[in-house]
């Protein structure tokens, strides 16, 4: 089962730096504390990332020319459309190329979760998905399982049948709980 949240339910909040806004679309709130976190950032001038420690993130630019992520001995380069991996404990400060971008982040415990984001350009058709998943459209006509899923709004959970229509453009988010050895099926 999936339910689709618009952006007028996304959990909106300004940065402490004042050099953007976060609009949080979903948190996992099972533990106490969370195991990952779905956003989309407006960032409005350069500056540091904030931290977050003892998690991974995976930064997609969907608005804008991109950032640049200088950390200590490297630069990330975030474009649209091309996710980007790194630890949240990575001292980030980042610079806007040509301009103010908007982002989708996903954040979450590398302990715990595993998480993998795939750009899906129309025309698409996959088929549902067994492992909880995000789906951010961010342009033209997308179903989920018959339900249309309007630009700008995410479709979380369960995923049926994604339909991803010819010029239409989505972000596919899939969360798997990492097995412990423990938990593995045994191998002969």
């Known amino acids: ?3 689709i949240i618009t952006p007028a339910e996304f959990a909106t909040s300004a940065w402490k730096n004042g050099g953007g806004i976060t609009h949080e679309i979903a948190r996992d709130r099972a ?8 956003s989309v950032a407006e960032v409005a001038s350069d500056g540091p990332f ?5 998690y991974d993130r995976i930064l997609t630019v969907i608005d804008g020319a991109g950032l640049d992520l200088h950390a200590a001995n490297s630069i990330l380069a975030a474009r649209p ?6 630890s949240g404990d990575l001292a980030i400060d980042s610079r806007m190329v040509g301009g103010p971008i908007r982002d989708l982040n996903v ?16 025309p698409d058709r996959s088929a549902g998905r067994p492992d909880l998943a995000g789906l951010l459209v961010l342009a033209g006509a997308v179903t989920v ?5 309007p ?4 479709a979380l959970g369960k995923l049926g049948d994604i339909v991803v229509a ?23």
Do not use: H, K, N
Not at 151 to 154: E, I, M, T
């Open 31 to 38: 533990a106490g504390d969370w195991r990952w976190r779905l």
């Open 107 to 122: 954040i979450y415990d590398p302990a715990r979760i595993s998480a993998e984001v795939t750009v899906i350009r129309g």
């Open 166 to 188: 010819e010029a239409a453009t989505a972000i596919l988010v899939r969360l798997s709980d990492v097995q412990t050895e423990a938990s593995r099926p045994a191998t002969a």
């Open 151 to 154: 630009p700008g709004a995410c």
């Open 145 to 149: 399982a018959g339900s249309i899923v």
């Open 81 to 86: 459309l091309q996710p980007i991996a790194f």
């Open 50 to 54: 904030s931290s977050f420690a003892g």
């Open 1 to 3: 089962m999936f339910r």
